[in-house]
């Protein structure tokens, strides 16, 4: 019994040492919050150098379009979408989504503002650009009073192929027309309204002059007739469809990531087959669809307009195959800008 006595005390004896030798937890402190640290903008006119505004306590997370707003507060006349914000009179302007602690500023900085004049939506721009050649070709196809002779008022023509041009025609901007509203994502947010007399001005004026000579009362049909009506009339359907997969696929592109953008690749659509040897095939079904148009209708304007746009058409697949390029590591080495292997 003493031994089992001296066993049990001698366990509560060593018991009682561990728990003195356990250090004690201390109680954490509590972390303290993180100092934010807030910019000073200060807000220059570019060509006057004159200081606009100085915004104190600006929130390091706060972007291009918050500070733009800010500075709309105090001069309501300059809306957001017409400012442009700089950090030097020669840099490019800023994005509005760049947040000003990503920039290489320090926390006190110099913003160089200019004014872009009135804006207007793209949006407007292509329905605009697209509405006026529509209505313009039917007045010339139904022959209103003052476009041709008087004695024409009115008429209808007898060439087959008139009537199929002005059908092509139509639907042509029809269809930008419907893919402005409910296909295109348009990135660019406005530009300035002065370019849309330059747009539709170009736009306009070159489906007059193709309408004046396709539906005028001295027209006659293609060299080679019928074949040739049939094999531009093909080129131009083909080209239409072929075009509007290629802006299905760069829509529903934009649709997975709106911020992130992507290498546009081939999907089950034949169509957009193309993708793996240009990288602009919206521009070279667009130039195919005019050279349809041109075999169908032999009418040297046309032939015109395709070719003015063309070049302008390869200046802006070059710019954006260019973007590529710079901005994509593995983008296909196989890819030309519009026209595959050639250009």
């Not at 760049?98 to 006190?108: A, I």
């Amino acid at each position: 019994m003493d031994k089992l006595a001296l066993e049990a005390k001698g366990v509560a004896t060593s018991a009682e040492s561990e728990k003195k030798a356990a250090p004690r937890t201390k109680p954490k402190t509590p972390k303290k919050p993180k100092r934010t640290v807030f910019f000073e903008v200060e807000i220059i006119d570019l060509k006057t150098k004159e200081k606009l505004l100085l915004l104190d306590k600006v929130e390091p997370t706060a972007t291009i379009l918050d500070i733009k707003s800010l500075f709309h507060k105090s001069y309501p006349k300059w809306y957001p979408a017409r400012q442009s914000l700089r950090l030097d009179p020669k840099a490019k302007c800023l994005r509005d989504e760049d947040v000003l602690q990503t920039l290489p500023v320090g926390t006190t900085t110099s913003f160089y503002f200019c004014d872009l004049g009135p804006q207007v939506t793209w949006g407007t721009v292509f329905l605009t650009e697209c509405a006026g050649p529509l209505i313009i070709y039917l007045m010339f196809y139904f022959r209103l009073p003052f476009i041709y002779s008087p004695k024409y008022d009115f008429t209808s023509s007898k060439q087959w192929v008139v009537h199929l041009a002005c059908v092509c025609h139509s639907l042509h901007y029809i269809k930008r027309i419907l893919e402005t509203l409910f296909v295109h994502r348009i990135s660019h947010g406005t530009m300035p309204l002065r370019n849309i007399f330059k747009n539709c001005g170009y736009y306009w004026c070159s489906a007059a002059w193709m309408a004046y000579y396709i539906n005028h009362p001295l027209y006659t049909p293609p060299e080679y007739g019928q074949q040739q009506v049939n094999i531009g009339l093909y080129i131009f359907a083909f080209c239409q469809l072929g075009n509007f997969s290629i802006h299905v696929t760069l829509r529903n592109l934009k649709n997975q990531g709106l911020k992130n953008k992507k290498i546009p690749y081939p999907t089950k659509n034949p169509f957009t087959w193309i993708f793996w040897l240009v990288s602009c095939p919206n521009y070279t079904y667009e130039l195919g669809s005019w050279i349809g148009f041109t075999v169908m209708t032999q009418c040297v304007p046309v032939a015109l307009f395709t070719l003015v746009a063309f070049i302008q058409m390869t200046v802006w697949a070059k710019g954006k195959h260019r973007s590529y390029l710079k901005e994509f590591r593995d983008y296909p080495t196989l890819r030309s800008s519009i026209l595959p292997f050639i250009l």
